[in-house]
């Protein structure tokens, strides 16, 4: 009963800062966005074929003759209806275009997430366990090599290889052909786009990863506590991958809620290179539109996934070491 109890107000405590967290978000950037100089209408005004009287019909239509404060109300009250509003430039409603576009940013970001993990804990604690080696030494190199590499940079070199060896396709998410092939001729041919935008942003994120990864398990394997396991008999392996690597890799675990959030953003600039069709090319219009609505919308999405990370990196932290507690019980008065 108490563990019921205090967990419930745990996922209370969780739902109030989320709610407090999205409310404070939401006015920051909807203030942030009403000092950047004009508005959508003011690319309209330019336009000798549209007439001024046209500009303040759509100036009413989309609420923009009203102060600041009462178009983010005005806007906020929408929202907690579950409408997002409507786009400026396309004039369809704004979760209809995010929701086109969000599966193939999150497949990009999530595959890439997988990657990163996959390849920078095993490097890391093979760097480790060879400290000092010509193997430490090579992965470490390799590690160097690739956090110097800007985003950009890495996307370009990968663009040029793949321009100029055919091997790999550039642009979209699938071929022409698509309709025609079996199941799993398209989730092949889906994975074939994916590799280089994918890889991208492995490259320029395993890197810090893996370093990390070698830096907490070297200081992890320094304890008394793994001298004394070495002293006792324990077989190598053990000691390093199952006493060693459950203490090493729960600061990793925190940067996870991070990384998660960050995902979207860094997904933006291998999108742009590979003509992706993700949320990336979509918003950077949006922005450089300032359809409002829009990028208001993009910016929510991104603090969801923040909290959604972090409540992840919480939940994988307890499931990692069982020392670590959710919730905490008061101690009794007497």
Do not use: C
Not at 134 to 142: A, N, S
Not at 195 to 207: C, E, K, Q, V
Not at 225 to 233: F, H, L, M, Q, V
């Amino acid at each position: 009963m108490k563990f019921t109890r205090f967990l419930g107000s745990y996922w209370f405590r969780r739902i109030g800062q989320a709610i407090l967290t999205l409310f404070l978000a939401s006015a920051l950037s909807f203030a942030i966005m009403q000092l950047a100089p004009g508005d959508y209408l003011n690319t309209l005004q330019q336009n000798p074929a549209i007439s001024a009287e046209t500009v303040e019909a759509l100036r009413r239509q989309f609420g923009l003759d009203k102060s600041p404060v009462e178009q983010y109300f005005l806007w906020l009250s929408q929202v907690l209806r579950g409408n997002w509003g409507e786009s400026f430039v396309y004039r369809r409603p704004v979760a209809m275009l995010l929701w086109e576009r969000v599966p193939a940013t999150l497949l990009l970001a999530v595959t890439s997430l997988v990657l990163t993990w996959g390849l920078a804990i095993p490097l890391g604690i093979v760097a480790a366990v060879h400290q000092n080696r010509r193997l430490d030494y090579f992965l470490q190199g390799v590690s160097y090599i690739a956090q110097g590499f800007p985003s950009f940079i890495a996307g370009l070199i990968l663009l040029f290889i793949a321009q100029r060896t055919g091997w790999f396709p550039v642009g979209d998410m699938t071929s022409l052909d698509f309709e025609d092939l079996t199941l799993l001729g398209k989730m092949l041919d889906i994975l074939w786009h994916l590799f280089l935008p994918a890889l991208t942003l492995t490259i320029i994120s395993f890197a810090g990863l893996q370093r990390l990864m070698r830096g907490n398990l070297l200081d992890v394997l320094r304890q008394d506590y793994i001298r004394t396991a070495r002293a006792k008999g324990l077989p190598e392996t053990r000691v390093i991958y199952v006493h060693a690597l459950r203490n090493a890799i729960n600061p990793l675990i925190t940067l996870l809620g991070f990384e998660f959030a960050t995902l979207l953003s860094g997904a933006f600039i291998s999108e742009y290179f590979f003509n992706w069709p993700g949320l990336g090319r979509l918003i950077l219009q949006a922005v450089t539109a300032q359809d409002l609505y829009l990028v208001m919308a993009s910016l929510m999405l991104g603090s969801v996934m923040l909290i959604l990370g972090n409540l992840l990196a919480d939940l994988l932290l307890q499931w990692a070491d069982p020392r670590i507690q959710l919730h905490r019980e008061p101690e009794s008065a007497g």
